[in-house]
């Protein structure tokens, strides 16, 4: 497919269609107030990628619990209080023409203490001296879950995206290595699953008719089993339960190193299952228009944009404006990303991540 396929739309099973192929990825950025407020400058950053020409817009991962936090200064939306922020970055993303989700949160057994965090493991055995919760409590998780998606619609959003990645709590249940549980929630995949399939069912009672459910799944680490994932979620796009599926690879290109899938592309064990209405795209090192036309030949229906977008707020623009647009080389100066609009917390945040921000600057 050409460049400019990445431009036509893209209905959805709920609520209106994406404008093109281009989803900005969640990217916590550790800028909002100690309680989870939305600061100044996450509605500045907000306001900034909702002129940036995507399609649908996902916050920075937002705790649905206090108790589930895993980021100082981490977004929050577990809290009446956090809704006239959320509402006033909802409104930018609108105003600029992009669907919205907030991407829903919670921390698990690697919530952190000194922020205010309970770690919240699914087996007594993950964390010494910290019991697993009991079922009630994961029912409690859940429906938090599904009030904080009301929130979410109550201040404007689209939709929302789960958080069903790295281990946080909906990846940590589904993994036989962190969960050995023996409650409705623990055992055999069904039930490993059943949290995930509680919240969605629970989001879509809860929430209109037109409102939009992501689901974003990671594959490795924390004792996952692929074939296992493949499966659950052959079941999820089967039953139409999500809008999207979100695959949070770290490298779209990547290659299975082990098991009975060895040397197959990662994204085509994914994009190889019968999908009916859901829509599926991939993260993962998205730099170039080239690359991001690429994985609609390689089955995806939209992309997500990461790193390319903090280094250039508005990719979708550029690759609109120049079918040869790269994104620039990494590690760039703290000065370069100022200019590109990032407040100093968010510059701060990216020295820790690797090969991002040069030393020194
Ligand atoms: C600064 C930064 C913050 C991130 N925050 C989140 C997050 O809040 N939730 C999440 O699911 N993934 C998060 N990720 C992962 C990205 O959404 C994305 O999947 C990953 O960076 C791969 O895409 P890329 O190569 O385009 O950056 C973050 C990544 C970066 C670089």
Not at 35 to 52: K, N, R, T, Y
Not at 99 to 126: F, K, M, W
Not at 252 to 277: N, W, Y
Request: charged residues 20%; hydrophobic residues 40%; negative net charge.
């Amino acid at each position: 497919m050409s460049i400019s396929d990445l431009f036509k739309p893209l209905t959805l099973l709920h609520g209106p269609a994406m404008r093109n192929r281009f989803m900005l990825a969640p990217l916590t950025n550790q800028q909002s107030e100690l309680d989870g407020s939305a600061s100044e400058f996450d509605q500045d950053w907000i306001e900034q990628v909702a002129d940036g020409g995507y399609a649908l817009i996902q916050t920075s991962a937002a705790t649905v619990e206090a108790s589930g936090i895993a980021f100082r200064r981490q977004l929050g939306i577990h809290s009446d209080a956090h809704l006239p922020g959320l509402t006033g970055m909802a409104t930018a993303i609108r105003a600029g023409g992009a669907l919205s989700a907030v991407q829903l949160h919670h921390a698990g057994h690697r919530a952190r203490p000194e922020l205010g965090g309970i770690p919240a493991p699914a087996s007594s055995t993950t964390l010494p001296g910290v019991r697993a919760l009991t079922t009630e409590e994961v029912e409690r998780i859940r429906d938090s879950f599904i009030l904080a998606a009301k929130r979410a619609e109550q201040a404007g959003f689209d939709g929302v995206a789960l958080h069903g990645a790295f281990g946080w709590i909906l990846s940590e249940f589904m993994s036989p290595l962190l969960n050995d549980r023996t409650d409705k929630y623990g055992g055999s995949i069904e039930n490993r699953i059943r949290l995930t399939i509680e919240v969605i069912e629970g989001i879509r009672q809860a929430c209109g008719p037109h409102f939009q459910i992501g689901w974003r799944l990671s594959v490795e680490r924390y004792g996952l089993n692929l074939e296992q994932l493949r499966e659950i979620t052959a079941e999820i796009l089967d039953r139409e339960l999500i809008d999207y599926l979100d695959l949070a690879l770290w490298d779209s290109a990547q290659v299975v190193q082990e098991g009975a899938f060895k040397g197959k592309s990662m994204l085509g064990l994914f994009t190889g299952l019968p999908r009916k209405g859901v829509r599926v795209g991939t993260a993962g090192k998205i730099m170039s228009a080239a690359r991001a036309a690429q994985l609609l030949d390689e089955g995806c229906d939209f992309v997500l944009i990461g790193r390319a977008g903090i280094l250039q707020r508005d990719f979708p623009v550029q690759v609109n404006q120049n079918p040869y647009y790269e994104s620039p080389t990494l590690p760039v100066t703290a000065e370069y990303l100022r200019t590109r609009g990032l407040s100093e917390r968010f510059i701060n945040h990216m020295r820790g991540w690797p090969s991002f921000v040069s030393p020194g600057s």
